[in-house]
T-cell receptor, first 113, second 109 residues
Framework: DTGVSQNPRHKITKRGQNVTFRCDPI?????LYWYRQTLGQGPEFLTYFQNEAQLEKSRLLSDRFSAERPKGSFSTLEIQRTEQGDSAMYLC???????????FGPGTRLLVL | QKEVEQNSGPLSVPEGAIASLNCTYS??????FFWYRQYSGKSPELIMF????GDKEDGRFTAQLNKASQYVSLLIRDSQPSDSATYLC?????????FGKGTMLLVSP
């Protein structure tokens, strides 16, 4: 499978716990994006990387959120001290470069109890 | 603030009909326009992209772009029940995608 992969696919956690999600982009893609989607809404941009550099972060990305892409390949998104409002689908996408089509992974569905 | 507006629907069409989905955007600097299909509980799947004014056809799908009116549409010909999904319009200027909330399409047999 050469598409974008995300793990885990589902995560249930208790409020206050930390969670970490992983995204593996399409291998030759140098751009990697994180989005969050809640029910009835379109995906909302969180942050993106070009290779290992994090180039832009949304205002949605509070200081409880951190993302890394240490070697310019896979990326992790960590949420510290989760809140019920963090419950959403977290989507990762990758593209070959600027202005290129973004391809989405299957998403990680987070439920914070 | 960049905005993308779509009618949330549902848009109901009978099998075999043409479904017309519409989208308007606020940022005149937007350069690329995308339509994604999203089945319930799944991630968005790219259907089409369009960069230039006019029409672009791919099989049963036609994307239409009018930058002067800041309007982009998707036509689905010969609609099938398997086309029932939420259709997301997305626009980008230089990097990130801004999505609309999506239009739910229901195709009845």
């Amino acid at each position: 499978d050469t598409g974008v992969s995300q793990n885990p696919r589902h995560k249930i956690t208790k409020r206050g716990q930390n969670v970490t999600f992983r995204c593996d982009p399409i291998s030759e893609h140098n751009r990697l994006y994180w989005y969050r989607q809640t029910l009835g809404q379109g995906p909302e941009f969180l942050t993106y990387f070009q290779n290992e550099a994090q180039l832009e972060k949304s205002r949605l990305l509070s200081d409880r959120f951190s993302a890394e892409r240490p070697k310019g390949s896979f990326s992790t998104l960590e949420i510290q001290r989760t809140e019920q409002g963090d419950s959403a689908m977290y989507l990762c996408a990758s593209s070959l470069g600027d202005k290129e089509t973004q391809y989405f992974g299957p998403g990680t569905r987070l439920l914070v109890l | 603030q960049k905005e993308v507006e779509q009618n949330s629907g549902p848009l109901s069409v009978p099998e075999g009909a043409i479904a017309s989905l519409n989208c308007t955007y606020s940022d005149r600097g937007s350069q690329s326009f995308f339509w994604y299909r999203q089945y319930s509980g799944k991630s968005p799947e790219l259907i089409m992209f369009i960069y230039s004014n006019g029409d672009k056809e791919d099989g049963r799908f036609t994307a239409q772009l009018n930058k002067a009116s800041q309007y982009v549409s998707l036509l689905i010909r010969d609609s099938q029940p398997s086309d029932s999904a939420t259709y997301l319009c997305a626009v980008t200027g230089y990097s990130t995608l801004t999505f609309g909330k999506g239009t739910m399409l229901l195709v009845s047999p």
